[in-house]
């Protein structure tokens, strides 16, 4: 089942699953909270999912992110318990009556492995391609920055043969800062998690889709403390998500998750304890 905004169709492309540490990915919440919602394994590491989203109109085939791909050898798929048989990018695009060749624009919102390894493939001589040929590809200009020379904390998520290969073709586009990208669709700006991470936002003026990419990575992040170890900037991660949900609750959108294992998306309620992810929306 799809979901209509205005003149375009928006589907759940799931690529697969990897497993991260619960205290990483909540931070100073306490484990006998998250695990509520994420139950840890016996390493400490929850499980989530790697969510793209297919966006289409008569005149586009658009995909938000695209998952690990075939980044990272035998010893990082174990550590982070990589699961690629239960959903996969081919056959998950393929479900929907899409192949690679037929996507116009991949929308990154970051270089992070997870949201973009897909985005380039290795081929039989050992040379990086990006993986969709027929696409331009859309990237934040400071995101690249970061990539390119990452501080320490971020090193380890930015590849260089993720970015390299799209930045030697000619179907990389960047943006300074948020754009209407094409009509209904606008891309928001978030600095909290890494440097100019892009939220793409499809609205017809009455229903609005916004993608929590590492913002709001699963509905149990979408109370106010609740971030991740990993964001650099949790002040400045606070403040974007109070906007965000203001904007949401008030507007009744539909937050879309990117890493929730369980609920692709929801809207979003307030009480007197504050923001927290409503009922859950699937399409």
Not at 48 to 58: E, P, T
Request: proline fraction near 5%; charged fraction near 25%.
């Amino acid at each position: 089942m799809s979901l209509s905004v205005g003149q375009y169709q928006l589907d759940e492309v799931h690529t697969g699953f990897l497993w991260l540490d619960g205290g990483a990915m909540f931070g100073t919440v306490p484990k006998v909270l998250w695990e509520k919602f994420h139950k840890p394994d016996e390493k400490n590491r929850i499980r989530l999912a790697m969510r793209a989203l297919l966006v289409r109109d008569k005149d586009h085939i658009v995909l938000v992110d695209c998952g690990l791909g075939d980044k990272g050898g035998n010893k990082f798929r174990d550590m982070f318990n990589v699961d690629q048989v239960t959903y996969h990018l081919d056959a998950s695009l393929k479900a929907k009556g899409v192949f690679k060749e037929d996507i116009t624009d991949v929308i990154l919102t970051h270089l992070h492995f997870d949201h973009a390894g897909a985005a380039t493939y290795q081929t039989n001589a050992g040379k990086w391609q990006p993986t969709f040929r027929n696409a331009t590809y859309h990237l934040q200009q400071k995101n690249l920055e970061v990539a390119k020379v990452p501080n320490p904390r971020e090193r380890a998520s930015y590849l260089p043969e993720i970015f390299e290969a799209l930045v030697e073709s000619d179907q990389l586009k960047l943006h300074d800062g948020p754009i209407e990208l094409l009509p209904g669709i606008q891309l928001y700006v978030s600095c909290g998690h890494t440097k100019a991470q892009q939220h793409p936002m499809i609205s017809d003026g009455k229903q609005t889709v916004f993608y929590g990419g590492d913002l709001f990575p699963t509905r149990a992040h979408i109370p106010l403390p609740w971030i991740m170890g990993y964001d650099l900037q949790p002040l400045v991660m606070l403040e974007e998500k109070n906007a965000i949900l203001s904007r949401a609750q008030n507007e009744n959108w539909i937050m879309f998750y990117e890493h929730d294992d369980a609920v692709m998306a929801s809207r979003i309620v307030k009480d007197k304890k504050g923001f927290a992810a409503g009922d859950a929306v699937e399409f």
